[in-house]
């Protein structure tokens, strides 16, 4: 067991650009979570997704945002167009989709500043 | 809709002192529960959990939690501080039912551990 892990683990990027992180979750975890943290606040939900399938998406998550989880293993945030407000950590959390309650597993989080 | 409140936003303790940090919640029924800690520019770690039983849990680092229904509380505890425990806690509650089975985060509390 690795963990969640997330890559890169720092952006800095310009007002405009794109950019895209990436989450690999725990093996055999077939739920996997997105939240965004601003500072001095606690996570807030984004989307999630159950296996492939993108099943739950946040008002916070604009038409600027995407994510995908093609083979239901890694997800991809992507951000558009990228304003200085999207500046925040972005967290990626996973867990098993057996019955049970609902314990997150998160990763180290990519810190994005937009300039 | 479930929330969470963590009225301290800054708690300053000695190192060796006891803590307390207080967390109150808003939900319909009993509710899953949640402590995460959380070190400057890292994932958040789960500290401990609540789903049902016995009231007082145990978590890792001599942490523990008490289930107060009356108060709606989950209030976290450790008996003597060290300095490493220094870091923002949140607590958090989970939908015992539903879709995702969406977890919501307060706001956190920020300790500060003096020697």
């Known amino acids: 067991d690795t963990g969640v892990s997330q890559n890169p683990r720092h952006k800095i990027t310009k007002r405009g650009q794109n950019v895209t992180f990436r989450c690999d979750p725990i093996?055999?975890?077939?739920?996997l979570y997105w939240y965004r943290q601003t500072l001095g606040q606690g996570p807030e939900f984004l989307t999630y997704?159950?296996?492939?399938?993108?099943?739950?998406k946040s008002r916070l998550l604009s038409d600027r945002f995407s994510a995908e989880r093609p083979k239901g293993s890694f997800s991809t945030l992507e951000i558009q167009r990228t304003e200085q407000g999207d500046s925040a950590m972005y967290l990626c959390?996973?867990?098993?989709?057996?019955?049970?309650?609902?314990?997150?597993?998160f990763g180290p989080g990519t810190r994005l500043t937009v300039l | 809709a479930q929330s969470v409140t963590q009225p301290d936003i800054h708690i300053t303790v000695s190192e060796g002192a006891s803590l307390e940090l207080r967390c109150n919640y808003s939900?319909?029924?009993?509710?899953?529960l949640f402590w995460y800690v959380q070190s400057p520019g890292q994932g958040l770690q789960l500290l401990l959990k609540y789903f049902s039983g016995d009231t007082l849990v145990q978590g890792i680092k001599g942490f523990e939690a008490e289930f107060k229904r009356s108060q709606s509380s989950f209030n976290l505890r450790k008996p003597s501080v060290h300095w490493s425990d220094a870091a923002e806690y949140f607590c958090?509650?989970?939908?015992?039912?539903?879709?995702?089975?969406?977890?919501?985060f307060g706001t956190g509390t920020k300790l500060q551990v003096i020697p």
């Open positions: 093996s055999e975890h077939n739920r």
């Open positions: 959390a996973s867990r098993e989709l057996a019955g049970g309650p609902p314990t997150q597993y």
């Open positions: 958090a509650v989970g939908e015992p039912q539903g879709g995702y089975q969406k977890v919501t």
């Open positions: 997704f159950q296996n492939e399938a993108q099943l739950e």
């Open positions: 939900y319909g029924a009993t509710p899953y």
